[in-house]
């Protein structure tokens, strides 16, 4: 079945070291996003991406990078310069057909 | 900025209707969306409006009011289940990538 993977479910990190999100689909998607969620708020855009080798910023890049060098893979790097980077990180991606985002199940960086 | 607005809890009982609402207030707007978040899963999407008026979906219906700047989700035939996040969320990107903002949510619980 198709779908998107993110990898780990669950990571713990030291404060100042760089650490990368998996995101993979396979659902032939053009256009994928990435999206951070605080504890009881809504979800905000950190960088989206609408074809291979092209991504931009989206509402809080700051002290995060990514890369899109293959249709179905956009890692996403949380640096040191990240002040707060605990979270739930989500990955979506989209039919260029289609409004509705398929989310993968997320990631939870928890920086100690 | 941008803005959207949703109850923070909502409590139904089980077999009824409930209905969600959102207010936004945006720069543009191409469309609103809806999805229903469990804990710690990944969001998933249940319906897109454009164009004013009623989608219908099964148990649940999203509607569109252009003019108000104002949309709702109905719940019917609430089942446990149901007890989850709901999220509105505006596209107002004009550059076609259907970038999302999201509200802070709505917790529904669902009671026997």
């Known amino acids: 079945d198709g779908g998107i993977t993110q990898s780990p479910k669950y990571l713990f990190r030291k404060e100042g070291q760089n650490v990368t999100l998996s995101c993979e689909q396979n659902l032939n998607h053009d256009a994928m996003y990435w999206y951070r969620q605080d504890p009881g708020q809504g979800l905000r855009l950190i960088y989206y991406?609408?074809?291979?080798?092209?991504?931009q910023k989206g509402d809080i890049a700051e002290g995060y990078s990514v890369s899109r060098e293959k249709k179905e893979s956009f890692p996403l790097t949380v640096t040191s310069a990240q002040k707060n980077p605990t979270a739930f990180y989500l990955c979506?991606?989209?039919?260029?057909?289609?409004?509705?985002?398929?989310f993968g199940s997320g990631t939870r960086l928890t920086v100690v | 900025g941008q803005s959207l607005e949703q109850p923070s809890e909502v409590t139904a009982v089980e077999g009824a209707i409930v209905q969600i609402n959102c207010t936004y207030q945006?720069?543009?707007?191409?469309?609103l969306s809806w999805y229903q978040q469990h804990d710690g899963g990944a969001p998933t999407f249940l319906s897109y409006n454009a164009l004013d008026g009623l989608e219908e979906t099964g148990r649940f219906s999203s509607f569109l009011s252009r003019s108000d700047s104002y949309g709702y989700l109905l719940l019917q035939e609430l089942q446990m289940k149901d007890s989850a996040s709901y999220f509105c969320a505006v596209s107002f990107d004009q550059t076609g990538a259907n970038n999302l903002f999201f509200g802070t949510g709505t917790r529904l619980t669902v009671i026997p």
């Open positions: 945006t720069s543009g707007f191409y469309g």
């Open positions: 979506a991606s989209r039919d260029k057909t289609n409004y509705g985002y398929t």
């Open positions: 991406s609408q074809i291979v080798n092209d991504f």
